[in-house]
């Protein structure tokens, strides 16, 4: 069975620091990219952040400079570093996997393989 178990989130001050988790299981986890969306409540599913086997990594242009994705493999963790938070990033975030890393910037999100349940972030002003 699939499972992406997300963990880390919470309220913060703007300006203030989150680190998300991903735990992953049931999957390959070096097949796939894996990483985060967020959904602001009326807005669309967006996809901020992935990560892939050979450690490159792609940002939404929004969270460029702000966020770090990260891995630990021996773990099949995948990590998510939020750095000066804005109250935009107010947002439901998910950990989903997919085999295509264009899959979390372009297309039809409803078309990724795998997702986690989500953790909500809320950045106050």
């Known amino acids: 069975e699939v499972q992406l178990v997300e963990s880390g989130g919470g309220l913060v001050q703007a300006g203030g620091s989150l680190r998300l988790s991903c735990a992953a299981s049931g999957f390959t986890f070096d097949d796939y990219a894996i990483g985060w969306f967020r959904q602001a409540p009326g807005k669309e599913r967006e996809g901020v952040s992935c990560?892939?086997?050979?450690?490159?990594?792609y940002y939404a242009n929004s969270v460029k400079g702000r966020f770090t994705i990260s891995v630990d493999n021996a773990k099949n963790t995948v990590y998510l570093q939020m750095n000066n938070l804005e109250p935009e990033d107010t947002a439901v975030y998910y950990c989903?996997?997919?085999?295509?890393?264009?899959?979390?910037?372009?297309?039809?999100?409803?078309?990724?393989?795998?997702w986690g349940k989500g953790t909500l972030v809320t950045v106050s002003s």
């Open positions: 989903a996997a997919d085999l295509l890393v264009t899959s979390f910037f372009e297309g039809d999100v409803r078309l990724v393989d795998y």
């Open positions: 990560i892939i086997s050979d450690n490159k990594k």
